[in-house]
Structure formats: C-alpha cells, structure tokens
C-alpha cells in the first residue's frame, strides 16, 4: 500500500461479521508479529473487530531504525485513508499500537477520526543515559477519545496515569509485555466490550 514514504503493509485479520475497525503499529525495532499485538489481535477478533497491523514503510524496506516522527504519522494516516475507501466501508476506525507505533497512534488519532485508541506499553519516559528526559504524556493527553493503555508494571520507560477518558492497566512485566500475554489479551478484549456496547 502506497504511503507518502514508500510502500507500508496491512496484515488483515478480518472478523465475521465486523462491527469495527481496529489498526495497529509495531515498536520502533520490531515487527508486527509482536507477542503483544497478536494477543491484542486475538482479544479484537473474539470481540467481532477486524484488525489491520500495519508495517511502516521503513520495515517494509528492511531497514531497523524508525523514520522521523513526521514520516511515520504521514504514512500511517494515508493507510488509514486507503483502507476507509474499500475495507472499512463505514465501520467505525479504533487505532493504537505498541511502544512507538502507540505515539504514531496517539498523535494522529484525530486526522484519521478514530474512536478509540489502543496503547500497548506506551513509552512514556524516553531512556537517557544523562540529564532528565521530557516526559511524553503530552501525547496520550492530546487524545479526547477513549484510550486504553496496558502497560507493564516493571516497565522502564514508566507508567502513565488514568486521566479523563483514559484508562490504564498494569499488567506483569516489563516494556516487552511478554510475562503475561492472558492478562493483556483480557484487558484489551474487556476494553474493546465495554466500548462497544456503548456504540451500540
């Protein structure tokens, strides 16, 4: 699929009788098979959600380090805009990701007119080996949409707090959420219940 900065790629995992939308993006090194986002994928489909988990074009192209901020969100909004012309066909769009691919989400939740957003270990403190690094909660602020953040309780780059409509889960582990993949599979399919039902 084309994008400002080259060809991106959409995993489609389509649900019987969808009754939304959710796309997904991958942390900064890594791809979208992510143990995290396939939970997270799992908890979507039991809820008839299908799910896009988008590949940004600069892991498209095999390269491990992300592109600049602007680049990312440019990419992921004109997925978002092709696939709204054909597979989203008037469903409503929730967005979200893991570690990076949260910010990407977060910080264009209002272009792409998403409903939700789904964080998956948001990296709130961004690691610096010297001097006091910017918090980025300016980011999740921003959203005034319902939002979801499932961190880890040992999590390094640190935990958000609850605020307005968003709410935050901690779960074992760390940044990889990797210790207790039942838990955010729950947290997330809970999530996605109640919103749900609330549109209905």
Avoid: N
């Amino acid at each position: 699929m084309e994008s400002p900065s080259g060809p991106a790629r959409v995993y489609v995992h389509a649900a019987d009788s969808a009754r939304a939308w959710l796309l997904l993006g991958h942390g900064a090194g890594g791809g979208v098979e992510a143990p995290d986002l396939v939970a997270a994928t799992e908890a979507a489909l039991a809820e008839r959600v299908s799910v896009g988990l988008v590949a940004q074009p600069y892991r498209v192209a095999g390269r491990r380090s992300p592109a600049p901020a602007r680049q990312l969100d440019a990419a992921w909004v004109a997925v978002a805009e092709r696939l709204r012309e054909r597979e989203l066909s008037g469903l409503p769009l929730l967005v979200g990701g893991r570690s990076l691919g949260a910010r990407v989400a977060c910080r264009t939740a209002a272009v792409t007119d998403a409903i939700a957003v789904l964080c998956l270990a948001f990296p709130l403190q961004p690691r610096r080996r010297s001097g006091a690094a910017p918090s980025r909660i300016s980011e999740l602020d921003a959203v005034e949409v319902p939002t979801l953040v499932v961190q880890g309780t040992r999590d390094p780059f640190g935990m958000p707090s609850a605020a307005g409509r968003r709410v935050v889960v901690e779960v074992p582990g760390d940044h990889g959420l990797k210790a207790d993949l039942p838990a955010v599979s729950a947290a997330v399919q809970s999530w996605l219940s109640e919103l749900l039902a609330g549109l209905s």
